[in-house]
Nanobody, 113 residues
Framework: VQLVESGGGLVQPGGSLRLSCQAS????????MSWYRQAPGKERELVAN????????NYGDSVKGRFTISRDNDKNTVYLQMNSLKPEDTAVYYC???????WGQGTQVTVSA
């Protein structure tokens, strides 16, 4: 299993970023996918989850209404659109296949003025 995240970076408060996760080594269209994040000194938390077909989706309370998870099963890719970013969204974001207990290497998102 390989999970390669991209799209992280530095953004100002109120800005947007879109993370991507390119997956390989398993049948992507058959697996639910998740995004987790970990901020310095804090535990990892679930950001969003999407079922294999694209529905349903669910979100952590702190990101509801601001973040959107989606997937393209033809491209073996899962996305996380992040809008109205806040400094407390600063973290390393990980792409995860929960059923396979597989994690990507993570991508850093920093929200700062």
């Amino acid at each position: 299993v390989q999970l390669v995240e991209s799209g992280g970076g530095l953004v100002q408060p109120g800005g947007s970023l879109r993370l991507s996760c390119q997956a390989s080594g398993f049948t992507f269209s058959s697996r639910s996918m998740s995004w987790y994040r970990q901020a310095p000194g804090k535990e990892r938390e679930l950001v969003a989850n999407i079922w294999s077909s694209g529905e349903p989706t669910n979100y952590g309370d702190s990101v509801k209404g601001r973040f959107t998870i989606s997937r393209d099963n033809d491209k073996n890719t899962v996305y996380l659109q992040m809008n109205s970013l806040k400094p407390e969204d600063t973290a390393v974001y990980y792409c995860v296949v929960p059923a396979l207990r597989s994690w990507g290497q993570g991508t850093q998102v920093t929200v700062s003025a």
